[in-house]
């Protein structure tokens, strides 16, 4: 059956610091995979996300993540964290033509002064 | 203004209590889908719909109805309130192409008591 999950419910970071949030997936073919960000009392907000072609995916506030079939994995990565990224991460799973999205559990990040 | 916009954006009401949320969106999709929120658990989907005849359950789909009433509004249902639906509600859209992304509401937060 088709999952996500990410292994760390809460992330501690200090501000400058890297930071990677883990995803692994569980998917038959190649997946649609996005990884959104929830600020608090907001809506979810679109990072970034991958189908196919180069690997290393770029998004928005200076995230971007790393497809790694071998691994079915999609970690996020940002390599100097701000105050203002503390918000709940999802990794999220499409996997067919339905649009229907499975979500990972979903980290929250706090960031350390 | 937003994308996607739900109303009430918070509800306090009873058990036993029919109560409707409502979400509209100025994307001019074809999809629409309402998710609720629980702690640990990521987003679950109550319902989609692909356009304004085609309306389908989600995974947890018990003790919810939905109505597409055009291709912009969206609205949740719950007939008869109880505790265990009290939760964080998103309603989102997206394009019919697969694995386009997703917009989301700023959701409603929901409190049976």
Partial sequence: ?113 | DADVTQTPRNRITKTGKRIMLECSQTKGHDRMYWYRQDPGLGLRLIYYSFDVKDINKGEISDGYSVSRQAQAKFSLSLESAIPNQTALYFCATSDSDWGTEAFFGQGTRLTVV
Avoid: M
């Fill in chain 1, 1 to 113: 059956a088709q999952s996500v999950t990410q292994p760390d419910i809460h992330i501690t970071v200090s501000e400058g610091a890297s930071l990677e949030l883990r995803c692994n997936y569980s998917y038959g073919a190649t997946p649609y995979l996005f990884w959104y960000v929830q600020s608090p009392g907001q809506g979810l907000q679109l990072l970034l996300k991958y189908f196919s072609g180069d690997t290393l995916v770029q998004g928005i506030k200076g995230f971007e993540a790393e497809f790694k079939r071998s691994q079915s994995s999609f970690n996020l990565r940002k390599p100097s964290v701000h105050w203002s990224d503390a918000a709940e991460y999802f990794c999220i799973l499409s996997f067919s033509n339905t649009g229907k999205l499975i979500f990972g559990q979903g980290t929250t990040l706090q960031v350390k002064p």
